[in-house]
């Protein structure tokens, strides 16, 4: 680990770059480890030494492996130092983090920073803020970890017109439904362990009921779209009701179950375009590149006018990974502060509106226990009929007195197929409808 040294001359002649990292906590210690270990490799790339000017903890007296000349508990002090030139924001949350940060891009301070929570609630804010002092605001770790998927979408795609964005997007929920998938392991313990690896965040159930997906959907709509897209626009539903009879189901059909954000460009008859953005369980085959997603990865596919269709995949969470694309931010900002020039701004332009859920169109699987006999087929079939809903496959298995009926439906407005459902579920002749899953992957 390095110390302080004083704002001066680099042996190569560059004033160092000096970064108040705030957070020394799962990702917060890679980027220090690496900082130290990769200093000269780093200091070549950047074109100038990277140094931290001071680390901001909650408890510093919890952390004897950092040197103690560079800790605080005080992050709002560290932040405003003269001798700091970017802040590394790996804490978390949303306050008190705004606050710093906005101190830091007000005072012309680049910021580089994991926290999707604050970026899909207040990114606009922040890119003012950037934009008015002429600072840099990165953030590829706050999305996917590892893997470069936001720089694609800032710069690469840039001159493409995006349609499509969707795919697994948050490790610890992957992580658990993959293991409930192969293993038939219980729900609990599996969080617990992905806790344990430092996938989750501080409070887990942001992982499990879909809200830390939900602000990655948001931050990625917002981008591929050119539009504001928080995480309030976001439909979200997580997968604490994913059961492992849901999994087993669906493995009997050749299925399996994901979380997936999906982030679409949606175009009405008369043309005109809206955003729509969700995260919930996705029911999809196993011969579906997604369903091969396993552990905390995460895989996004991003579909373009002229690029076509484009996967990015890698470690979605976890400390190096996520480590990895903190420093790939922090050296882009550090070169530009050495060559000059400046990062990507925010992209808004478009302000396309937000579709809601319930004119999202989606499909559906819906499982049922029906009584066998006659005439109940065509009960179930009417009241898809009723609301416009079109069947594509159903299946029926005997057993006793019951029949499993499997009914899995064409395209048709979310809100149909919720109306269908609960119409369903108070028909005599249905005893149970065991599970009711969105499609995706297979034909319309
Ligand atoms: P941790 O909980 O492991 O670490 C949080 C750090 O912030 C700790 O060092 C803690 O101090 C410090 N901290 C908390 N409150 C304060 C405060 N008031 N003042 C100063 N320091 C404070 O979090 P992670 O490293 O897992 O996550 C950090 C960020 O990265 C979050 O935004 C998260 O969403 C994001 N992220 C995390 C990923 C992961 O896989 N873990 C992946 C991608 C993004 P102390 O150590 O003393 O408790
Ligand atoms: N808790 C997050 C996840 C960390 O499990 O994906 C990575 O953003």
């Not at 780093?42 to 952390?63: F, N, Q, S, Y």
């Not at 008190?96 to 830091?104: E, F, K």
């Not at 992580?175 to 887990?204: F, K, V």
Request: proline fraction near 4%.
């Amino acid at each position: 680990m390095s110390t302080v040294s004083p704002k001066g001359l680099s042996p190569a002649g560059r004033a160092p770059i000096r970064v108040a990292m705030l957070g020394c906590g799962t990702v917060g210690s890679e980027v220090a480890r690496l900082l130290t270990e990769q200093a000269g490799e780093l200091a070549a790339r950047a074109g100038a030494p990277v140094e931290l000017a001071g680390i901001a903890v909650r408890r510093p007296d919890k952390h004897p492996e950092l040197p103690a000349e560079l800790l605080t508990d005080d992050a709002a002090a560290l932040v405003a130092r003269d001798d700091v030139d970017v802040v590394v924001e790996l804490v978390g949350g949303i306050d008190p983090v705004r606050s710093w940060l906005l101190t830091a891009l007000n005072a012309g301070k680049s910021v580089v920073t994991a926290n999707k929570a604050l970026l899909a609630e207040h990114s606009a804010e922040l890119f003012e803020a950037a934009d008015a002092s002429g600072a840099d605001l990165y953030f590829e770790a706050a999305v996917a970890g590892a893997i470069p998927l936001l720089r694609p979408l800032r710069e690469s795609l840039a001159g493409d017109r995006i349609t499509r964005v969707m795919g697994i997007v948050n490790g610890t929920t992957n992580y658990i439904l993959s293991a409930m998938d192969a293993t038939g392991a219980g729900y609990a313990e599996t969080l617990d362990e992905a806790s344990r690896l430092g996938y989750a965040e501080a409070d887990p159930t942001a992982d499990v009921d879909g809200y830390d997906a939900a602000s990655k959907a948001a931050i990625l709509a917002s981008l591929a779209f050119h539009s504001r897209v928080t995480a309030k626009d976001v439909h979200r539903e997580g997968i604490a009701d994913v059961t492992a009879s849901d999994l087993a189901a669906a493995r009997t059909l050749g299925r399996t179950v994901k979380l997936l954000a999906i982030c679409e460009r949606v175009t009405a008859d008369d043309g005109t375009e809206s955003v729509s953005a969700r995260v919930h369980p996705v029911m999809i085959p196993r011969s579906h590149q997604l369903a091969g997603v396993g552990g905390a990865f995460n895989a996004v596919y991003v579909e373009a006018d002229a690029a076509g269709e484009l996967m990015f995949y890698g470690q979605g969470a976890g400390g190096a990974p996520t480590a990895s694309a903190v420093l790939g931010d922090l050296v882009a900002v550090a070169r530009n502060q050495v060559h000059g020039g400046r990062g990507p701004r925010e992209s808004a332009h478009a302000a396309l509106p937000v579709r809601p859920m319930g004119q999202t169109p989606t499909r559906y699987h819906v499982s049922l226990d029906v009584a066998d006999r006659a005439g109940v087929l065509a009960q179930v079939a009417q009241a898809f009929a009723a609301h416009g809903v079109s069947i594509a496959a159903v299946r029926q298995r005997d057993a006793n007195d019951t029949a499993s009926l499997v009914v899995v439906t064409h395209l048709a407005p979310d809100a149909a197929l919720q109306s269908t459902v609960d119409e369903i579920a108070k028909l005599d002749v249905v005893h149970e409808v065991v599970s009711v899953m969105r499609v995706e992957g297979e034909d319309a």
